[in-house]
């Protein structure tokens, strides 16, 4: 029914030559054949009226027998073809062909319109042919769809990345790119990468490394450009590239990457500085501990935690005059007096077997081959968990003090032996230092007197003036000469009944302007049943004077505590009575001491006052000596015999 | 006795010393001012006199050496030790800072009022000297700066020609300059000129440059 209407369609060419069975023959071969093809074909007139389509212009673009005759642009199959009239126009006129794109439902076809020729060669129409192109169009709208994607991803990404053709000229490139380059796609599309930002990427490297990834290198080095001007200042940045290739394309591209390593740059240089830094505060600290340890006045060593020395200061080698060397092969014991090698040895040994602090003295041979004696001290240095990391020593020269020491000891001898027997020399050094000022000042006052006499007019006031001073002073140096002598030569004592509270009370009252002056309290516990003892006067005096005095000026360097005087008198026992002066002051390292002859402590003593003290106790048959706790003040006691021997009292029988 | 005639301070701690040694020292016929302590002697007003020292070397406090340290400028007075019982060391230590004497308790009269003596005559002197240079200073000062150029080749004896030519200026400039020196240095003739300058320790020029 079909093949009849389109047979219907075919009236108007009928007759194209005059044998009618053959020419049906033909038509008939042509309708089968343009009904067999899957193209949907229709032939327009010139009057855009429709004289034919074939099977497949009815199948697939929907057109029915009764469109023949009709004119195109009121089938609406033919909306789709707006200018279609117009371009049969001109294919008729021009008799080329013509294209158009024709969509019907969800088929796209791209129309060819080629003149329909008579034999006679005159164009009286068009031959529409429809081909169906709806796959090709669906796959070419994933590849836009895709294109766009990758567009967008390649916008996102905050480096910039640009394509170069394979004579390294920009293709194209992201946002990122563009935007730091503050160039537009148009500015720099085919400019070469060279030419890009003042030419900072003209460098050898990176031409030959892209050269050898363009000749087919499957890897290439990141190459680093420093000092690259972007619209954010200076910049650094690290290029990358990979190449491109596409199946089917000879065309070789190169993706170049930028990655920016500005920030991290700085903060390696400003790591760097601080590393810098660091390491030149270590180097100065080093120096300065190796400074200091090369210029103490020791001679210091360093030794590993099983007692091997690894350390020796300039000080040690100077000293020495060996080497490190020389001290590694004969070892430091070949240094030591051969005397001392043992006990040393000894004790560093013990000192490592326990962790113990190590201290000893020994000799040490000196350059010149002269022994010094040396104090060795040495500490180990621990780690966290208290094991012995190494050993620090200090080796101190105590030559001189120990020679000082053994020339004191030796003096010290000498002299308990002189206190003992009171020896000339002491006497006269002790009269020298308490007759000299009066002395000196009877001298004087004497050559005064003559000069006022001899004067014209002679100065009579002055000269009885200095008469006077003479007779006084003369006085006083011979008291203290009287009173040494009868000490020291042992002349009988003037011994009287002598109540010695009472000397006590007389002595706080000459020493009273002194106790004011220096801010000293006195607490007193006179046993008022004391009794007398037989002694000198002006000799008891003398002491109890001088063990006040002591006391009070013992105290003067007391600062933080009330500077208190306790002095107390008993009974001490049947036939002796005890006196005893406490002071409050830093007390004495050697309470023996202090009576022998010029011992002193004070600027400007001679060390008399106390070794007379006790030659006039002893002449007296007493005993007289010192007690101090370290830091808690000293008390002097004495004992005297009693004038009158009590009973002694007898416990009550039981 | 005037205001300028010399004066001998002694600084001793004991009253029997000071006593004796201010009578045997006015009986000398000097004045005398007496003090307990070198801080009493610091803290006093001196007269400007030509003076010298008496001090103890043990005195309480601030001893003798240590304020003769302090005493180290050119105007203190001269210095005289006495001592109870000098040790060679400090005896040798005050010597070398420039003590005139050093003197053992007891000394004579002779030599204390000796090297009273002895003292103030140095002290006079040096203070002579400091006044003469103080007053050539004076007169140094009013020398223009060309004109202190000039000094050193006048009392090298140069003459004005020679001068004028290594100061590339004329024989008639340093003839002027000249003139003007002795005028303003109150020189009545060269050879005073050469004294002064030699007081003032200006170094004479060699020889032409």
Redesign the interface.
């Known amino acids: 029914m079909q093949r009849g209407t389109i047979n219907g369609g075919w009236t108007g060419s009928q007759g194209v030559d005059g044998d009618v069975t053959a020419a049906n023959m033909a038509t008939a071969d042509l309708i089968n054949i343009l009904d067999a093809v899957e193209v949907p074909v229709v032939i327009l007139r010139r009057d855009f009226t429709i004289s034919y389509f074939n099977k497949a212009g009815a199948d697939m673009i929907g057109l029915s027998p009764s469109d023949i005759g009709r004119v195109s642009r009121d089938i609406s199959v033919f909306d789709a073809l707006p200018h279609l009239e117009q371009q049969c126009s001109e294919v008729i006129a021009g008799g080329v062909e013509s294209r158009a794109n024709f969509r019907h439902g969800e088929k796209w076809f791209v129309v060819r319109i080629s003149p329909y020729t008579k034999v006679d060669r005159q164009v009286n129409g068009t031959v529409l042919t429809f081909t169906n192109v709806t796959a090709f169009r669906a796959s070419t709208d994933q590849a836009i769809y895709e294109r766009e994607c990758t567009k967008a991803i390649l916008n996102t990404v905050a480096d910039p990345l640009v394509v170069l053709s394979a004579d390294l000229r920009i293709q194209t490139g992201n946002c990122a790119f563009y935007t730091m380059f503050g160039v537009s796609r148009d500015d720099t599309q085919g400019v070469p990468l060279y030419e890009l930002g003042h030419g900072v990427f003209e460098l050898a490297p990176l031409r030959e490394h892209l050269k050898e990834m363009l000749g087919g290198s499957p890897a290439f080095q990141p190459v680093e450009v420093d000092r690259v001007s972007t619209v954010k200042g200076q910049r650094t940045l690290i290029l990358d590239a990979h190449p491109l290739s596409f199946p089917g394309h000879s065309e070789r591209r190169v993706l170049v990457t930028f990655q920016d390593i500005t920030a991290i740059k700085q903060a390696e240089t400003v790591l760097r500085e601080l590393n810098e830094t660091l390491e030149r505060q270590v180097r100065v600290r080093t120096e300065e501990l190796s400074l200091i340890i090369e210029t103490i006045p020791g001679l210091v060593w360093c030794a590993a935690p099983d007692g091997e020395l690894n350390y020796l200061n300039r000080r040690i080698l100077d000293y020495t005059g060996a080497s490190p060397d020389t001290f590694a092969q004969l070892g430091w014991t070949n240094f030591i007096h051969p005397d001392d090698v043992e006990p040393t040895v000894g004790a560093w040994s013990r000192a490592v077997a326990s962790d113990q602090p190590y201290d000893t003295q020994c000799r040490l041979r000196r350059s010149d081959g002269i022994y010094r004696w040396f104090q060795v001290l040495g500490q180990a240095a621990r780690d966290n968990k208290g094991g012995v990391t190494r050993w620090y020593g200090l080796l101190i020269d105590i030559d001189d003090r120990r020679n000082m020491e053994e020339a004191l000891r030796s003096s010290e001898t000498r002299l308990s032996r002189a206190t003992r027997t009171a020896t000339l020399g002491e006497i006269a050094a002790s009269i020298a230092h308490e007759i000299n000022q009066p002395l000196a000042a009877v001298v004087a006052n004497g050559h005064a007197c003559l000069r006022w006499l001899s004067a014209q007019p002679p100065g009579l006031a002055k000269v009885q003036e200095a008469a006077t001073r003479i007779v006084r002073d003369g006085t006083e140096a011979g008291e203290v000469i009287r009173r040494i002598r009868a000490l020291f030569k042992h002349a009988p004592l003037d011994k009287i009944d002598l109540d010695l509270n009472e000397v006590i009370a007389e002595v706080l009252r000459l020493l009273s302007g002194e106790r004011t002056k220096r801010r000293v309290s006195v607490e007193t516990d006179l046993d008022k049943d004391l009794g007398p003892v037989a002694g000198d006067r002006v000799q008891l005096q003398q002491v109890v004077f001088n063990l006040l005095l002591n006391g009070i000026e013992a105290m003067d360097s007391v600062l933080d505590r009330p500077k208190k005087l306790f002095i107390r008198s008993k009974r001490h026992s049947p036939e002796t009575v005890l006196i005893e002066i406490q002071d409050s002051g830093v007390g004495l390292k050697d309470p023996e001491k202090v009576f022998e002859a010029f011992f002193t402590t004070k600027e400007n003593g001679m060390g008399m006052g106390l070794a007379v003290c006790r030659a006039i106790i002893d002449a007296h048959h007493g005993r007289l000596w010192a007690a101090s706790g370290e830091g808690a003040g000293t008390t002097f006691s004495f004992t005297l015999p009693a004038a009158v021997v009590r009973a002694a009292t007898l416990p009550a029988a039981s | 006795m005037n205001s300028d005639s010399p004066i001998v301070f002694v600084v001793d701690d ?1 009253h ?2 000071r ?3 201010s ?2 020292i ?3 016929g000097l004045r005398v001012a007496v003090f307990n302590s070198a801080a009493e002697f610091l803290e006093s007003e001196k007269p400007d006199a030509p003076a010298c020292l008496v001090l103890d070397l ?1 005195l ?1 406090g601030t001893s003798g050496l240590e304020l003769q340290q302090q005493l180290v400028t050119g105007d203190a007075p001269p210095i005289i030790f ?1 001592t ?2 000098g040790d060679i060391p400090s005896s040798v230590r005050a010597m070398k800072a420039g003590a005139i004497e050093f003197l053992s ?5 002779q030599e ?1 009022l000796q090297a009273i003596a002895g003292a103030i005559a140095l002290d006079r002197t040096a203070r002579q000297k400091r006044s003469q240079l103080a007053e050539l200073r004076t007169h140094y000062d009013l020398l223009t700066p060309r004109e202190r150029e000039v000094l050193p080749f006048v009392v090298a004896g140069f003459a004005n020609k020679v001068t004028a030519a290594d100061l590339g200026t004329s024989e008639i400039t340093i003839g002027v300059h000249r003139g003007q020196i002795m005028r303003k240095m109150g020189a009545r003739s060269l050879a005073e000129l050469v004294r002064m300058a030699d007081t003032l320790g200006i170094t004479r020029i060699a020889r032409p440059a």
């Open positions: 004991d029997r010393v006593e004796a040694l009578s045997l006015s009986s000398a043990q309480p006495i109870g019982h308790k007891p000394f004579g009269e204390l």
